[in-house]
Nanobody, 115 residues
Framework: QVQLVESGGGLVQTGGSLRLSCAAS????????MAWYRQAPGKQRELVAR???????DYADSVKGRFTISRDNARNTVWLQMNSLKPEDTAVYYC?????????WGQGTQVTISS
């Protein structure tokens, strides 16, 4: 098992930046993939970005060029750098880890972008 704790959310203006962190309770070195999802009010949870154990990344079209996912195996941490934020990025952001067919989730962190 792995516990995930997100941090770094908050309220920023349109065009601003935030960096979300996801701290894992164990080594992420052999975790198959880690990802960030988000869920806005009244909408389904959607994949924002994903990074594999060999550092391959993919992004939702809506965030390409603005968001960057990265991982630090030594710190057991995954980050999501979010730039040029828009009001439509407002959501609860969740960190997820995929390990041997199971998935684990953090509690989420609120990101609010004011117009």
């Amino acid at each position: 098992q792995v516990q995930l704790v997100e941090s770094g959310g908050g309220l920023v203006q349109t065009g601003g930046s935030l960096r979300l962190s996801c701290a894992a309770s164990r080594s992420i070195f052999r975790i198959n993939a880690m990802a960030w999802y988000r869920q806005a009010p009244g909408k389904q949870r959607e994949l924002v970005a994903r990074i594999t154990s060999d550092d391959r990344t993919d992004y939702a079209d809506s965030v390409k060029g603005r968001f960057t996912i990265s991982r630090d195996n030594a710190r057991n941490t995954v980050w999501l750098q979010m730039n040029s934020l828009k009001p439509e990025d407002t959501a609860v952001y969740y960190c997820a880890a995929y390990v041997a067919g199971d998935d684990y989730w953090g509690q989420g962190t609120q990101v609010t972008i004011s117009s």
